[in-house]
């Protein structure tokens, strides 16, 4: 059964960091790529962060992230992580993590993240 499943979310003030992690397991970790998404209330999901299936190519950031959000993955835990920092309110969403290999995809469940002011 396949599974990606997210934790580590949370109520945090502004400025502070939490760190995502989300566990893989049923598929083959380290033939996909893994993507952070994240859906606030009333809005589309949009893509935060993704790092490469061998972790060794240059990571992807939305600008709104850059500097602030760190993608990584250990491959011999299956699992991967967004470490965020100096949070801010437009930070709160539900999270979500998606393994991508050609035209196969999983996604997990989700995990909340909030940020007040």
């Known amino acids: 059964q396949v599974q990606l499943v997210e934790s580590g979310g949370g109520l945090v003030q502004s400025g502070e960091a939490l760190t995502l992690s989300c566990v893989a397991s049923g598929f083959t970790f380290n033939y996909y790529a893994i993507q952070w998404h994240r859906q606030a209330p009333g809005k589309e999901r949009e893509l935060v962060a993704g790092?490469?299936?061998?972790?060794?190519?240059?990571?992807l950031y939305v600008d709104s992230v850059k500097g602030r959000f760190t993608i990584s993955r250990d491959i011999t835990k299956n699992t991967a992580f967004l470490q965020m920092s100096s949070l801010k309110p437009e930070d709160t969403a539900e999270y979500y993590c998606?393994?991508?290999?050609?035209?196969?995809?999983?996604w997990g469940q989700g995990t909340q993240v909030t940020v007040s002011a």
């Open positions: 998606k393994g991508i290999m050609g035209n196969s995809d999983y």
């Open positions: 790092i490469s299936s061998n972790g060794n190519g240059n990571n």
